[in-house]
Antibody
């Protein structure tokens, strides 16, 4: 069965960086794009960006340009999301979610990783 | 980017009643590339409807989607206790994909 398993919760200080992993199983890793979506406490869903696991190409939402990097490791079927220069407003649950097409429905989601930014 | 506006913000209904949730787009969504998700507290979103009216795997037929262009609707014909949650619409017709702000469906 398809599973996206994310790394555990993180607590970071302002200005630090965080790297969250998302390990895929149960399907052909390079056949699906992977998106990252975040959700601040009590708020809605915010799209951050997308990576093509096949070639590694990425597209980021403009508000994250310069702070966000997505990478993948095809040998372990894992994608990574790194966000730098963290501020308190980055406190959120971060989800990975796959799509078959570059822009499409997110049919499977990871369980989420809570990132807390606090001094 | 396409802005999605959901209404109402909160909908209070009783089990057995019919729920109608709205999602309006700031510009036309081509090919009806719109999805609906359900999210319960502490859980990731779950895909319910894609391409405006197609049910995802395992979704009961009392949940349906309709609409085109800029106006879309999610309908739950007879509410079950497990349906009370937050619902989000999402468009994926143009970059970046965007989400509505959500409708909280609560028990009356």
């Amino acid at each position: 069965q398809v599973q996206l398993v994310q790394s555990g919760a993180e607590v970071k200080k302002p200005g630090a960086s965080v790297k969250v992993s998302c390990k895929a199983s149960g399907y052909t890793f390079i056949s699906y794009y992977m998106h990252w979506v975040r959700q601040a406490p009590g708020q809605g869903l915010e799209w951050m960006g997308i990576i093509n696991p096949s070639g590694g190409s990425t597209t980021y939402a403009p508000k994250f340009q310069g702070r966000l990097t997505m990478t993948r490791d095809t040998s372990t079927s894992t994608v990574y999301m790194e966000l730098t220069s963290l501020r308190s407003e980055d406190t959120a649950m971060y989800y990975c979610a796959r799509t078959y097409y570059i822009w499409g429905r997110n049919d499977y989601w990871g369980q989420g990783t809570l990132v807390t930014v606090s001094s | 980017e396409i802005v999605l506006t959901q209404s109402p913000g909160t909908l209070s209904l009783s089990p057995g009643e019919r729920a109608t949730l709205s999602c309006r787009a700031s510009q036309s969504i081509s090919s009806s590339y719109l999805a609906w998700y359900q999210q319960k507290p502490g859980q990731a979103p779950r895909l319910l409807i894609y391409d405006a009216s197609s049910r995802a795997t395992g979704i009961p037929d009392r949940i349906s989607g309709s609409g085109s262009g800029t106006d879309f609707t999610l309908t739950i014909s007879r509410l079950e206790p497990e349906d009370f949650a937050v619902y989000y619409c999402q468009q994926y017709s143009s970059s970046p994909q965007t989400f509505g702000q959500g409708t909280n469906l609560e028990i009356k």
